[in-house]
Nanobody
Framework: QVQLVESGGGSVQAGGSLRLSCAAS????????SGWYRQAPGKQRELVAI????????QYLDSAKGRFTISRDTAQNTVYLQMNSLKPEDTAVYYC??????????WGQGTQVTVSS
């Protein structure tokens, strides 16, 4: 079992920044990758960023490239999403995700990000 707890969401104006945190607990050594997804009202959930634990690889949604950075702190068992130059279209509920080496998926509860123009 893996538990994920997000924090850091909030409301900002366009051009502002937020840093989301995802703290993992439980069987943390089973995690193979982590990512951030978002879901806006009336829309499907989409992948924003992903980080592979056993390869030096990160991937981003095209609209997030150059603005968002995913990283992790292994000592704190925490994955971060640094979001800069935020736009109103970034408004969504952001979810932390983890996949274990066995292929099991875990999700955080979600944190609201609201960007006003």
């Amino acid at each position: 079992q893996v538990q994920l707890v997000e924090s850091g969401g909030g409301s900002v104006q366009a051009g502002g920044s937020l840093r989301l945190s995802c703290a993992a607990s439980g069987n943390i050594f089973s995690i193979n990758l982590s990512g951030w997804y978002r879901q806006a009202p009336g829309k499907q959930r989409e992948l924003v960023a992903i980080i592979y634990y056993r390869r030096d690889i990160t991937q981003y949604l095209d609209s997030a490239k150059g603005r968002f950075t995913i990283s992790r702190d292994t000592a704190q068992n925490t994955v971060y999403l640094q979001m800069n130059s935020l736009k109103p279209e970034d408004t969504a509920v952001y979810y932390c995700h983890a996949r274990t080496i066995n292929g099991d998926d875990y999700w955080g509860q979600g944190t609201q990000v609201t960007v006003s123009s």
